[in-house]
């Protein structure tokens, strides 16, 4: 299985790292450019016109490099299919924001409707096709557990929470991306220890990811867009589930809780209080950015606790 991971990883980063430049001149000229919020960080308007919609070319790699595969591990298909469910749901709000020029996307209702949706084909799929047991790993104890009755809300939950929690992420560069290939290499570890298949495509989404970073490190020449934020979420999740491994999220994936937290405190505080705030700004990375820290600091602090927090929840795995 080694041998496999580290060809799909390499053919996806080498898809999406030769995509790069063809994408961007296509989105240029489609003139699918970002439209960079006004109540964000002064500093962040200089982004305005930087094509969005990039997450195409680390989710074409991830598919090619994995999809070849799907015979000798079917195990996959299912985080696939969470992945691509979710990037439909991004590539729609992008479109209507890029080319219909709203900007706000997909109304949240509506958005959340989609993806209430698309989680319940996924439950269905991996309940009655992949017959899953739905236990779950309890994180430093070596114990399995079942939700029991609460399984399948508790799977809503986890998946549209993720995926709402990596699109929050999205919002510097680079630091989505720099996360979740951490987080994807600890599942990739985690799914190889156990054999599952699931880690060929946690090692293509690291490629994808590698690859994209080419072009989305500081200064980014394009952005993930919903497409790749939303996807992303869908991945990890998916993988969480057929790892049985769910209840690691909030670890490994706790930059994704802290910025999903940070927004909703954010929020309910200024409803309670009438305009005022916890921080200068939410979401969490744009409170560090109004303290001064730049945008490579804040990324490079991100990742390394979630490179911390991975390793220290793979040796209690091991």
């Avoid at 924001?97 to 084909?121: D, E, H, N, Y």
Wanted: aromatic share 12%.
């Amino acid at each position: 299985m080694l041998k496999d991971m580290l060809i799909a990883l390499i053919v996806s980063f080498a898809v999406t790292a030769a995509m790069g430049p063809f994408l961007i001149k296509v989105l240029h000229r489609l003139k699918f450019g970002q439209t960079v919020r006004e109540d964000g960080p002064m500093t962040h308007l200089k982004k305005n016109g930087t094509p969005t919609m990039g997450g195409i070319m680390f989710l074409l790699g991830m598919t090619i490099a994995s999809l070849v595969f799907v015979g000798k591990y079917p195990e996959l298909l299912s985080v696939w299919i969470l992945t691509i469910g979710f990037a439909a749901v991004g590539f729609l709000d992008d479109f209507i924001k890029v080319v219909l020029k709203r900007s706000l996307g997909l109304r949240a209702w509506q958005k959340f409707l989609i993806q209430i949706v698309i989680t319940g084909i996924y439950a269905y799929y991996i309940i009655a096709v992949e017959k899953n047991s739905m236990m779950m790993r309890l994180p430093f104890s070596g114990r399995e557990i079942s939700a029991g009755v609460l399984t399948i809300p508790l799977l809503f939950f986890v998946v549209i929470g993720t995926d709402n929690g990596t699109n929050f992420t999205d919002g510097l560069d680079g630091l989505a991306a720099t996360v979740t290939s951490i987080v994807a290499a600890f599942f990739a570890a985690s799914a190889y220890i156990t054999g599952s298949g699931t880690a060929i495509i946690a090692a293509a989404m690291i490629g994808g990811l590698l690859g994209y970073l080419i072009y989305n490190a500081y200064p980014a020449k394009v952005f993930m867009g919903d497409t790749g934020a939303l996807a992303l979420g869908g991945f990890v999740a998916g993988i969480a589930y057929s790892l049985h491994m769910p209840l690691y999220i909030p670890i490994v994936g706790f930059i994704y809780l802290f910025e999903v937290v940070s927004v909703i405190l954010q929020v309910g505080y200024f409803k309670i209080t009438k305009g005022k705030r916890i921080f200068k700004k939410a979401p969490i990375h744009h409170h560090f950015e109004e303290m001064g820290w730049s945008e490579n600091r804040i990324v490079l602090t991100f990742g390394l606790i979630t490179l911390v927090l991975s390793v220290i929840c793979l040796f209690s795995f091991l």
